[in-house]
């Protein structure tokens, strides 16, 4: 190797090595920055709903508070805060694995060595709940992975690991604690997997043995008391199942749990209702319970359509932004082997159409809006009730927007999550490949004009809080018989 060559390679090498060492917190926010500008397809609606100087007053504000970051995991919090700017949700930012460990490995106060504990072993939590008549919070719970002792102290309740299969979580360390307020309820501050905290504002003891935190469920292990009440039992198996399920409740009424649209739940949800198929077209009355899911996949409740339709259905469509970045989602697609022939088909025109515009926004589908007609409605069921929550989001709130058009129709419960409008997200690594990011590649045509993020779907009966949550099916069956 001559000498120039040598001091080229050199020099390559020590570049790699500087731009490598330069990750710091300021570096990371300033890529997030630009890069969120340039692909995120909600960023410009934003941007003209709130205004520059609010987003510049924002960007100083996060700019200032990077300059004194050090620490990865505490440099991931700060911007995710500042990508909360736009939406709170089909936005996520993580620490690569790699660069976890690394970075729990280089630390003085690793959560493994320095976490808080309570050495309590389960035999002498036995013990103690011994002499605990009452149900309460304190006992031995399950919320998989983990089983987690709850013992009191002082005015606190401390729930801690006493098992964690599969998880860096270790025994006796303090998961979460409960404390009582002013008002009598009870709040919470609950550490995730990666030790982060997360402070929950509602707990509550569900009959004897079904504990919940927000979006966290726990049922009692230790000790074992009667439930009295049937419909506590149904509640706990409804909300704690991660695999659909369908019922007869009554002589009329048929229910139908699905916990997500996840596309892999996409083939029981459809062997359930081909293989139902009489008895929930025998019945008057069904009952679709979403509650706490968050989304997944449109084609997973397809096969739902049918039983709910009385009319055509308007489908609005959306719009991609497109850059060299986010289309490489659809080359993606096209080298997936999981993929058919025809949907990479369809990937590549795709492709074309968004490569001959690139910095526009582009709509895949021939019309801005799709009519969807079926040749058959059927007598049964009559009355169809959805049950919904807080927590439902993307997928599902776009399920009840097609299904609240049947005349058959009504919704139940709470105002749903309102993250629907921007979505399909695309993920990125950072250049120093210690953060990914999550962000979103389109924008629905209903905004500005029926804008779901940040609002939600309204219930048709709001099922408000002097009706247990575990009564909301019973609820929903008593309106759907008197009609």
């Known amino acids: 190797m001559n000498f120039k060559k040598l001091s080229v390679f050199l020099f390559l090498i020590i570049s790699c090595s500087t731009f ?8 990371n926010f300033n890529w997030l920055k630009k890069n969120f500008e340039e692909n995120d397809a909600g960023f410009q609606f934003v941007i003209d709903k709130k205004g520059p100087a609010a987003y510049q007053n924002h960007n100083v504000l996060f700019s200032q508070k990077a300059k004194k970051i050090k620490d990865l995991n505490t440099c991931r919090d700060v911007l995710f805060d500042w990508m909360l700017f736009f939406r709170p949700g089909h936005l996520s930012l993580s620490v690569n694995q790699d660069f976890a460990k690394k970075s729990v490995s280089e630390t003085n106060t690793t959560p493994e060595k320095e976490w808080e504990k309570l050495e309590i072993n389960e035999d002498q939590l036995k013990k103690n709940l011994s002499n605990i008549s009452q149900p309460g919070f304190e006992g031995i719970w399950v919320s998989a992975p983990y089983t987690i002792g709850v013992a009191k102290r002082n005015n606190e309740y401390i729930g801690y690991i006493l098992e964690a299969k599969k998880s860096k979580w270790k025994q006796y360390q303090v998961k979460f604690k409960i404390k009582e307020n002013p008002d009598k309820t009870y709040s919470a501050v ?25 979006f966290v469920s726990l049922q009692r292990k230790f000790p074992a008391y009667q439930e009295s009440n049937p419909e506590i039992t149904n509640y706990v198996e409804s909300v704690t199942t991660q695999n659909p399920f369908l019922k007869e409740i009554s002589s009329q009424t ?15 949800i459809d062997s359930i209702l081909a293989a139902n198929k009489q008895l929930i077209l025998s019945k008057e009355n069904l ?6 899911n968050g989304g997944g996949s ?6 739902i359509i049918p039983y709910l ?57 021939d019309a801005i809006v799709q009519e969807s007609k079926l040749n058959i409605v059927y007598t049964n069921p009559k009355n169809i009730g959805i049950i919904i929550n807080e927590n439902n989001a993307s997928t599902t709130e776009e399920f009840l927007l097609q299904a609240k058009q049947s005349k058959k129709v009504k919704l139940f419960g709470t105002t749903t999550e309102g993250i629907l409008d921007i979505s399909n997200m695309h993920f990125v690594d950072s250049p120093c490949k210690d953060l990914k990011l999550g962000y979103s590649l389109s924008k629905s045509f209903r905004i500005p004009g029926m804008q779901i993020d940040g609002k939600g779907i309204q219930p048709d009966y709001y099922l408000d809080k002097s009706i247990p949550e575990y009564d909301w099916v019973r609820f929903t069956e008593k309106i759907l018989k008197a009609n």
């Open 298 to 303: 449109d084609a997973s409740f397809q096969e």
């Open 190 to 214: 609950f550490f995730l997997g990666d030790y982060s905290s997360q402070k929950i504002n509602e707990v509550k003891l569900i009959g004897n043995n079904f504990l919940k935190m927000g």
């Open 20 to 27: 490598a060492q330069k990750c710091s917190c300021q570096d």
């Open 254 to 268: 048929i229910l139908l749990r699905i916990p997500s649209f996840d596309y892999s739940n996409k083939k029981v």
């Open 309 to 365: 339709y009385t009319n055509p259905i308007r489908i609005i469509g959306t719009e991609y932004l497109s850059t060299v970045q986010n289309n490489k989602r659809m080359e993606e697609f096209i080298a997936n082997p999981d993929w058919s022939v025809e949907e990479k088909e369809w990937a590549r025109k795709g492709l074309e159409k968004l490569n001959s515009n690139l910095g526009k926004f582009v709509s895949l589908e």
């Open 287 to 292: 009952i679709i319970d979403v509650r706490n």
